[in-house]
């Protein structure tokens, strides 16, 4: 340990302090031997210097156990100048990485503050293109507000003309339930004309053929009143006959009209 300038004082008093006392001794020797008459005149003085130096002893002791127990609490206060100089260098040390740690930081600040600014444009950019695009969605909307009107209109409209469609095919169905019937119906009078085509050519002409032959017979080969009877006979049955056939023809002919009007009616 390194002595301080309170240890360099002390010594130096104590040095200066012995020098005298030394010098004093020296001077008192030499007047001892020199004046022997004086020994016991200054035998007394050399008690007291004694008795001076003996204090003066007891002093430097006194002064030593000082300084030793000064030298002991500058060498504690040395150690704990030590402790707190090494503390202060971790501390210096700590503080220059905390310093590197903000400057660290306040660069990322700077740059988390420029891309706070850029990051502000971008916002206010979109915010202006979000405003374009609302007034864009506005117009849109409308658009689609008028197009589905139009599409209400047109669908009410398609449904108008299914509607009509479907009167159409119904009113369809009926004229070909019609046309089916009356087709039936005319099947029905084409064949009603055949059969009486039918039995005119062959029921009404057979009473006629044979009212001809009986009324030849007459005429070339009749010799008894018998035989005009018989003649005659056959001539009225074939007579009523045809009689007969015509009422029947009369009343198919009354029938088939009837359908025909049922048909013209419907």
Same mark, same amino acid.
């Given at each position: 340990?390194?002595?301080?300038?309170?240890?360099?004082?002390?010594?130096?008093?104590?040095?200066?302090?012995?020098?005298?006392?030394?010098?004093?001794?020296?001077?008192?020797?030499?007047?001892?031997?020199?004046?022997?008459?004086?020994?016991?005149?200054?035998?007394?003085?050399?008690?007291?210097?004694?008795?001076?130096?003996?204090?003066?002893?007891?002093?430097?002791?006194?002064?030593?156990?000082?300084?030793?127990?000064?030298?002991?609490? !500058? /060498?504690? %206060?040395?150690?704990? +100048? $030590?402790? #707190?100089? =090494? @503390? &202060?260098?971790? *501390?210096?040390?700590? !503080? /220059?990485? %905390?310093?590197?740690? +903000? $400057?660290? #930081?306040? =660069? @990322? &600040?700077?740059? *988390?503050?420029?891309? !706070?600014?850029? %990051?502000?444009?971008? +916002? $206010?950019? #979109?915010?202006? @293109? &979000?405003?374009? *695009?609302?007034?864009? !969605?506005?117009? %849109?909307?409308?658009? +689609?507000?008028? #197009?589905?009107? @139009? &599409?209400?209109? *047109?669908?009410?409209?398609?449904?108008?003309?299914?509607?009509?469609?479907?009167?159409?095919?119904?009113?369809?169905?009926?004229?070909?339930?019609?046309?089916?019937?009356?087709?039936?119906?005319?099947?029905?009078?084409?064949?009603?004309?055949?059969?009486?085509?039918?039995?005119?050519?062959?029921?009404?002409?057979?009473?006629?053929?044979?009212?001809?032959?009986?009324?030849?017979?007459?005429?070339?080969?009749?010799?008894?009143?018998?035989?005009?009877?018989?003649?005659?006979?056959?001539?009225?049955?074939?007579?009523?006959?045809?009689?007969?056939?015509?009422?029947?023809?009369?009343?198919?002919?009354?029938?088939?009209?009837?359908?025909?009007?049922?048909?013209?009616?419907?």
């Amino acid at each position: 340990m390194k002595p301080t300038k309170e240890q360099d004082i002390l010594k130096e008093s104590i040095a200066l302090m012995e020098t005298k006392l030394a010098r004093k001794l020296i001077l008192a020797n030499k007047k001892s031997v020199s004046k022997n008459e004086e020994i016991e005149i200054n035998s007394k003085d050399l008690i007291l210097v004694n008795n001076e130096l003996g204090l003066q002893y007891k002093e430097r002791g006194i002064l030593t156990a000082e300084l030793i127990l000064a030298n002991k609490n !500058l /060498a504690f %206060q040395y150690e704990e +100048k $030590e402790k #707190r100089a =090494s @503390e &202060l260098v971790i *501390a210096n040390i700590e !503080l /220059a990485y %905390q310093n590197e740690e +903000k $400057e660290k #930081r306040a =660069s @990322e &600040l700077a740059i *988390a503050n420029h891309e !706070l600014v850029f %990051q502000n444009e971008e +916002k $206010e950019k #979109r915010a202006v @293109e &979000l405003i374009i *695009a609302n007034k864009e !969605l506005a117009f %849109q909307k409308l658009e +689609k507000d008028i #197009r589905s009107s @139009e &599409l209400i209109v *047109a669908n009410k409209k398609l449904i108008f003309k299914s509607q009509e469609r479907e009167i159409r095919k119904a009113e369809l169905k009926i004229l070909n339930r019609d046309l089916k019937i009356a087709e039936e119906n005319q099947k029905e009078y084409v064949r009603g004309l055949e059969e009486m085509m039918f039995m005119t050519s062959h029921r009404v002409r057979q009473p006629i053929a044979n009212i001809i032959g009986f009324s030849n017979i007459l005429d070339q080969s009749i010799n008894s009143p018998d035989d005009l009877k018989k003649a005659i006979a056959s001539i009225k049955e074939s007579a009523l006959t045809l009689d007969a056939f015509t009422r029947e023809l009369t009343t198919f002919i009354c029938k088939l009209g009837r359908k025909g009007n049922n048909k013209k009616g419907k």
